[in-house]
C-alpha cells in the first residue's frame, strides 16, 4: 500500500512516513511539505491513503481534502492535526480518520485499518 503524508514541517512530514513504513501493510510512504505537489503527483500516480495536516500555508488540509475527493473520490483520508476544533470541518469532507499530534504508532495503526477497511 501507498501512503502519502502531508505536512508543511518537514520533520513531522518524516515522522509520519517513517511511521507508516514501520506499519505491516504499508510498501510505500510519500512525504509531501507542499500541499499543490500531492494534487500533481496524485495525476501521475497513485495513491492508497492520504495523511493530511489541516492548518497549513496557501492550501490547507481541509481545501486539499476537497480537491482530492474531487479527482479520487474513494481516496481515505486521515487528518493528523493539532487542533480539535477542525473535526466537524474533516466529517464535511468525509475523513476516514481524525488524530491530534503527537502521532503513536499503536493509533496511527488503528485508524490506517479502520480506513483502508482492514478491521
Known amino acids: ?12 512530514v518524516e515522522y509520519v ?3 507508516c513504513l ?30 493530511l495536516d489541516i492548518d497549513m500555508p496557501g492550501m490547507n488540509g481541509i481545501e486539499l481534502a476537497e480537491a482530492i475527493r474531487e479527482r479520487h473520490p474513494y481516496l481515505p483520508i486521515i ?11 474533516a466529517l464535511q469532507v468525509h475523513a476516514s480518520g481524525y488524530l491530534l499530534k503527537p502521532v503513536k504508532k499503536e493509533k496511527l495503526a488503528t485508524e490506517v485499518a479502520y480506513a483502508i477497511g482492514s478491521v
Open 79 to 89: 487528518f493528523l492535526t493539532g487542533y480539535p476544533q477542525y473535526t466537524m470541518d
Open 17 to 19: 512516513a517513517e511511521l
Open 22 to 51: 514501520s506499519l505491516d501493510n504499508v510498501d510505500e510512504a510519500k512525504g509531501f511539505t507542499k500541499p499543490f505537489e500531492v494534487l500533481e503527483y496524485l495525476e501521475q500516480e497513485p495513491a492508497d491513503l492520504a495523511l
Open 1 to 12: 500500500m501507498t501512503v502519502i503524508c502531508v505536512d508543511d514541517e518537514r520533520l513531522q
